[in-house]
């Protein structure tokens, strides 16, 4: 199980990784897609016991889904709206507010 | 668990791609790899709702994310690393967190518990609760897709 | 004849809600807030002299909790003295604001916050409650600043503002400090109640102290915690100037500093926080009135002076011994009457000439008499000249100064008596510029103010002459109770009495004439044939003491004085660099900012799991 | 039932709004209005049943996390009163206000599901209701920062998203490893199974408490959380600003983390030490940078920064005057920012600009939003008898009554954050007096001399919000026994000295 674990936590932190290195708006939601499928399969891996996985646990990764997607799909229209403004999709030209 | 394992570690993988490319297109049908196997994970786990909830997340997400960089650009043209102080502390802060949170988590999973939880629970009106949370988004995207946000732009 | 307790609620509320009423007054009602104004103090005077005459009254509602109660009031011997008079300065003042203030803007609010003042300030002197004690004081401060945003006629609105600006945020950041301590005062005493504080000793309490005190001389006036003052006479109303930094705002800081050595904590004489206390009122006596000799706004002179008066205050009550904190309080009261007097007359002469230059002011004596009068006796008594009152209490801290023990205290006394004698200096030169020598010809026509604003005058020097000829008045009736019996038979001890008078004379009048000779000597008489205007060529009482201004040691001090050295509330602008390098940092960058959130968490994480 | 109607009332109005606005275009200011009215009145008929000891609640369907459980107790009807009312004077000033922006009954229905969201969070009885509500929330406030979907609002939106959304995944896994450790979601029964989990003991269980720091701790935007704030709060329209670092970032921030700390896992010595120092930092960093602010919204968004840190602070002593004053600086802390945010919004729509250097000497001319611009002001720096007077000083007073019955060895620390908050304070009057300088006294510019105050349907909001801080300092002791006091009784059981 420690193995798993461990998985699940470098598969976040490789989502963390792409939320803090990459600066692409597209590369930054895949990001986060990436860290949401971690927290899932951790939800999972908790649960697990021999006969299955428990409901309480199942239902919790599946919040854990469905709002990473819906917040996702609102990323998804801001970043084409942030891109039709500014012109690029590079997160670090996008700084007007500042100070 | 070995099998679980093993797709894990193809996850991330797949997840490295899709961070890595600088072809979008690929970059996104590797997390779409990458979510197959998220599928595949929940249902050899048993967890079924899980892993019909990451059949939602990839049949939605990909499309949408294709659509987006049809809408922005399929290049992801960003600098890799410049020498600027700015990238070598955000450099240094990632690495230090992951050094940091693997040191700390690591001896902690022993302690995790690994009592059995009841297997089966109604989905019942959890799943109205999802139906909210989509409702939201959905309600945002409509909002944030108009083309004038302020009377007198445009 | 016995008083309902009750009746202490009217001191405090109804100017409050007559405050509110003047704020529904339509403009077209003639007369409708002055004569409500002047009606509610009076009647507040009235009760205020009624609740002095009856014994201790007490008012209580429910507690809400830590022994906190919402209203709990207490009219004993000092805090109904003390209503007493501060009743008197809001019914003088309402009286002089009715022609001061007609025609300016504002004026609506202007009374508001007049009889809202008066409230709160009443309401300060009764609670015995350390809380309510802080909000009523903080209510004064409030409408310190909303008051001086009325402004004078001849500042501009950036001016004013500033001024209000520098006054709140001294007097505010003096009340955190007096939060604090009354805090740690609450916290070593278990009480909030004031009368039911005993006297506390020990290192906290020192901090307390030290802490209520920045409270108190922030209100008083004393450095380093001062130059609010000067500033704010600049650009507010000359009676604003006179109801709160000249008389109210003293009263409720000397209260407060006498009721901390008085009842709150183990007060000695000799012990450091009284020579703390000293240390603080001999500085401000000789620095503000050196810098008041130099002024050339009527105003900011005045605002000078009150500030070096407050030294007397505090070196009096730092002393520790009964005379000396006697003499404290009695000069307290003395001043806000001198005070107020000569901020009126000020207003006076600004209403009927529109200057407050003294430079192009003069020979108003034929003028205005009574101002003249009025005014000279208050730069009398606050000059330290018997038999006018100021003579007395300064007489009482001298003595406290002796008595309380040290050898090396004459130092103080030095202090004191030179700091009175360049009292009288600068006062000879406010009353020569103004109402002596050559009259410009701009204030041909000058007349008289009206009655509602002579009564005021009149009232406050026949004051001044009263607790002077018959000090032993004042002293037993309002401070004896207050601080036990006090000998004053000293006071008419000749030989020290005497002899200090005639040193101070002697100090004011060499001052005067070095002075005098020098400017005349510098004076041309033509230039290039032309002759000049004869108020070009008289002699301005302005330049009296540049004499001074100039002597070698002094003219160091003085431009630091200029640039604010001294002005505790300058030291702000070093903030701001802090601010930039802080806004650059926030550089809009999304990966900046989680990384920022990385490295909390970093910290938490080895904080919280790796060493728990 | 009742606990529903909290939820049904603004998910029925989005749907009204909904449907009516094809055929009538102002029913979004009709029952987005009529909506937020009779929420508010509804949270304050409980005001008597709570203080009787009643208590609410609502179960639909199965066992805890799976069904949907509502309970009310004083806390969350505290929460309640401060986040309708609020949210009602924002929509009475959206009719006026939100004219300028397209697609105003998409701007209703966001913000109906916005106040539903925070009502869940405050309603749930446990912690998965309680985190749909903060994802709820969170979805439609990204929205509707980005309402005016041009450059800033979308960087502003955008920006947040990514930080809310690492926030509350952090929050998830804290959910996921507390549930595996104590075996249940009820927040009433968590703490007794925390506790038999071995509490603070549990490294699991510290690890998580980490994690809702830090996931909660970006909701509530604490110093080194906060950096999406500014941008947000300033960016947003205005009475979703006033929303924002009204009740907000209170809600899905502290009230989760008071929740977390008192009611479920206990506050622990390392942990008091860790909120004050966060508090502290908070106050101290935040007003510092709203000091070098030309913008007044971004002004204003810094200060919220550092009133949350006074709030912080409170929670962090622990006792329950501490928490007392807390709840108290928070609802404080509601109406008065929540004011500014309004009275900027005027300045702006009067003027056309938040640029403190081009405003000036408005008093005359904008008279009603000057007067309740200065209470607000008055209010925040902690003057009496304005009510943030009473919430700092009941903080302050905890802070030193800590010294005796505070954790030990603490008495130090409690003292320098004693000193540490009027430090703060004197600078927030520097802050606040700057605004007042720049755009309120001083001498008017030329080009605003036409300028006009604002319609009176955008006045009212901002005098009864003066009249609350007023009434609220005059009346505090009513506020404290009737409002504050049930709602510490809910926690400070839990907490220390209590």
């Given amino acids: 199980m420690i193995a798993t674990y461990t998985l699940c936590a470098i598969l976040f932190l490789v989502g963390l990784y792409g939320v803090v290195r990459r600066k692409n708006l597209i590369k930054v939601i895949i990001g986060i897609a990436i860290m949401v499928q971690s927290v899932g399969l951790v939800f999972v891996v908790l649960g697990y016991s021999e006969g299955g996985v428990g409901g309480i646990s199942q239902t919790m990764g599946l919040v854990a889904l469905i709002g990473g997607l819906a917040v996702m799909t609102l990323m998804i229209a801001t970043s084409i709206r942030l891109h039709q403004k500014y012109g690029t999709s590079d997160i670090s030209e996008i700084r007007r507010l500042k100070g | 668990m070995v099998a679980v394992n093993v797709l894990l570690g193809l996850m991330i993988l797949a997840g490295l791609v899709a961070l890595e490319m600088r072809n979008l297109r690929v970059a996104i049908y590797s997390l779409g790899a990458g979510g197959v196997l998220f599928i595949v994970i929940s249902f050899l786990m048993g967890a079924l709702e899980v892993g019909i909830g990451g059949v939602i997340l990839v049949a939605i997400l990909i499309p949408l994310l294709i659509w987006a960089v049809g809408r922005t650009t399929g290049e992801d043209t960003t600098a890799r690393m410049r020498l600027e102080v700015n990238e070598i502390f955000v450099l240094i802060s990632i690495v230090a967190f992951i050094v940091v949170l693997l040191v700390v988590i690591i001896p902690l999973f022993p302690e995790l518990p690994s009592v059995p939880e009841a297997v089966e629970g109604p989905m019942g009106l959890s799943i109205l609760r999802e139906v909210l949370v989509l409702l939201a988004a959905l309600a945002g995207v409509w909002a944030v897709l108009r083309l004038v946000g302020r009377r007198g732009d445009k | 004849m016995s008083l309902s307790p009750g009746i202490l609620l009217i001191t405090i509320f109804l ?75 809001g019914l003088l003042i309402s009286l002089f604001s009715i022609r001061y203030m007609q025609g300016r803007g504002r004026l609506r609010e202007y009374y508001f916050y007049l009889l809202l003042t008066l409230g709160a300030t009443n309401g300060a002197f009764l609670s015995d409650n350390l809380i309510l004690f802080l909000a009523f004081w903080g209510i004064v401060m409030v409408t310190l600043f909303l008051l001086t945003t009325i402004g004078s006629r001849d500042a501009s609105p950036e001016r004013v503002f500033d001024a209000g600006h520098k006054s709140l945020m001294i ?37 307390a102290f030290v802490l209520i005190m920045l409270g108190a001389i922030s209100k008083a006036g004393a450095m380093p915690l001062h130059s609010w003052i000067p500033n ?143 005014c000279l006796i208050c730069a009398l008594s606050i000059s330290g000249v018997p038999p006018f009152n100021g003579f007395f209490s300064k007489w009482m801290v001298y003595q406290g100064i002796l008595e309380a023990g040290a050898s090396q205290f004459w130092i103080f006394l030095i202090a004191a008596m030179f700091g009175s004698a360049l009292t009288l200096a600068s006062f000879v030169k406010l009353i020569h510029s103004t109402f002596l020598g050559q009259k410009p ?165 080895l904080i919280l799991v790796g060493v728990g | 039932m009742l ?324 709840l108290f600086h928070l609802i404080n802390h509601a109406t008065f920012k929540s004011l500014l945010f309004l009275d900027a919004g005027s300045v702006e729509t009067a003027t056309g600009t938040r640029d403190l250097k081009e405003l000036g000497g408005l008093n005359q001319r904008m008279p009603v939003t000057g007067v309740t611009t200065a209470i607000a002001s008055f209010s925040i720096s902690g003057f009496p ?53 720049h755009i309120f006294f001083g001498s008017l510019p030329e080009k605003l001399a036409k300028v006009r105050e604002v319609p009176w349907l955008m006045c009212a909001p901002m005098i009864i919000l003066a009249a609350v801080c007023i009434g609220v300092g005059i009346a505090f002791p009513w506020v404290i026994g009737n409002l504050l006091d049930p709602a510490v009784g809910v926690l400070s059981v839990f907490g220390l000295g209590g």
């Fill in chain 3, 232 to 374: 704010m006479a600049e650009a507010a109303p000359t009676s604003v100037m006179a109801f709160l930094p000249g008389s109210l705002d003293k009263l409720l800081g000397i209260y407060l500093l006498s009721r901390m050595v008085l009842n709150f904590y183990e007060f000695s004489p000799g012990c450091p926080m009284s020579l703390l206390l000293m240390i603080i009122g001999a500085v401000t006596i000789i620095a503000a009135v050196m810098m008041a000799m130099v002024q050339h706004d009527m105003r900011k002179l005045l605002s000078f002076h009150a500030v070096s008066q407050a030294g007397y205050m505090v070196l009096g009550i730092g002393t520790g011994t009964p005379i000396g904190v006697a003499g404290g309080i009695f000069h307290m009261l003395n001043n806000s009457i001198f005070k107020s007097g000569l901020f009126l007359s000020g207003g006076s002469v600004e209403h009927g000439t529109g200057e407050n230059d003294l430079g192009k002011l003069g020979g108003l004596a034929k003028a205005m008499p009574i101002t003249f009068i009025a």
């Fill in chain 3, 15 to 89: 100017p409050m809600a007559a405050g509110l009423l003047c704020l529904l007054v339509p403009d077209r009602v003639r007369w409708g807030r002055e004569s409500i104004a002047v009606a509610t103090t009076l009647a507040v005077f009235v009760i205020a002299i009624l609740i002095f005459i009856a014994p201790e009254l007490r008012f209580q509602t429910g507690e809400i909790g830590l022994g906190i109660r919402y209203l709990d009031l207490y009219s004993y011997s000092f805090s109904s003295f003390l209503l007493m008079f501060s009743s008197l300065f």
């Fill in chain 4, 3 to 326: 606990p529903l109607l909290f939820v049904v009332i603004p998910l029925g109005a989005a749907l009204v709004i909904f449907l009516l606005s094809r055929v009538w275009e102002r029913a979004g200011d009709l029952f987005a209005n009529l909506a937020t009215l009779s929420l508010f009145v509804i949270s304050l008929t409980l005001v008597g049943p709570i203080l009787r000891g009643d208590t609410f609640a609502y179960n639909l369907g199965a066992t805890s996390p799976l069904g949907i459980h509502f309970t009310i107790d004083g806390l969350s009807l505290l929460m309640l009163i401060t986040i309708n009312l609020l949210c009602f004077m924002s929509s009475l000033y959206s009719v006026n206000y939100m004219e300028r922006y397209t697609a105003k009954p998409r701007y209703y229905i966001l913000l109906m599901l916005m106040i539903m969201g925070m009502n869940v969070v405050v309603l749930g009885a446990d912690l998965v209701n309680l985190y749909i509500g903060v994802e709820i929330a969170a979805i439609a406030c990204y929205a509707l920062i980005a309402f005016g979907v041009e450059h800033e609002y979308l960087e502003a939106s955008f920006k947040y998203q990514i930080m809310g959304t690492v926030a509350t995944l952090c929050i998830l896994l804290g959910i996921a490893l507390i549930y595996r450790t104590a075996g249940t979601l009820n927040i009433v029964e968590l703490y007794d199974a925390v506790a038999a989990a071995g509490g603070m003991g549990n490294p699991i269980l510290v690890f998580s408490s980490v994690l809702f720091l830090g996931g909660f701790g970006l909701k509530a935007a604490y110093i080194p959380f906060h950096a999406w704030l500014p941008d947000a709060h300033s960016t947003a329209p205005t009475p979703v600003s006033a929303i924002l670092s009204g009740v907000f970032i209170k809600v899905v921030g502290l009230y989760c983390m008071i929740k977390v700390f008192f009611s479920i896992i206990g506050l622990t010595p390392a942990f008091s030490m860790v909120l004050m120092v966060l508090g502290a930092i908070s106050i101290i960093v935040a007003v510092l940078l709203a000091l070098a602010q030309w913008d007044s919204k971004r002004l204003l968004a810094y200060s919220s920064i550092e009133q949350m840190g006074f709030i912080l602070l409170g929670i962090g002593i622990g006792t329950p005057l501490g928490i007392l004053g807390a």
């Fill in chain 3, 441 to 605: 010809r701009e204030l041909e026509g000058v007349k008289e103010s009206g009655i509602s604003m002579t009564i005021p005058l009149i009232v406050l020097a026949a004051l001044c002459v009263v607790f002077g000829v018959f000090a032993q008045l004042p002293i037993t009736q309002f401070i004896a109770p207050v601080v036990g019996p006090v000998t004053v038979s000293g006071v008419w001890s000749p030989t020290l009495a005497t002899v200090l008078l005639l040193v101070a004379l002697a100090i004011g009048l060499i001052i005067y004439f070095i002075g005098k000779i020098r400017v005349t000597r510098e004076v041309p008489m033509y230039i290039g044939g032309e002759t000049l205007d004869p108020v070009e060529t008289s002699v301005p009482g302005t330049r009296f003491y540049d004499t001074i201004r100039f002597m070698g040691v002094f003219s160091g001090l003085y431009r630091r004085g200029e640039e604010a050295v001294f002005d505790i509330y300058s030291y702000g602008k070093y903030v701001l660099p802090v601010t930039r390098v802080l806004s650059v940092l926030h550089n809009g960058r999304l990966t900046t900012y989680v990384s920022w959130c990385l490295w909390g968490l970093i910290i938490l994480f």
């Fill in chain 3, 171 to 207: 007097i505010g950041g003096a009340d955190m400090a007096l939060l604090l301590g009354i805090g740690l005062l609450w916290y070593l005493s278990g009480t909030f109640t004031m009368s039911a504080i005993t006297p506390q000793s020990g290192g906290m309490a020192t901090a």
């Fill in chain 4, 385 to 437: 008898p304005f009510n943030g007077f009473w919430s700092k000083l009941i903080i302050i007073i905890a802070l030193v009554q800590a010294i005796g019955i505070g954790y030990p060895g603490f008495a130090p620390a409690y003292i320098t954050f004693a000193v540490i908050a009027l430090v703060g304070s004197i600078l927030t009057m520097a802050v606040f007096l700057k605004l007042e300088r």
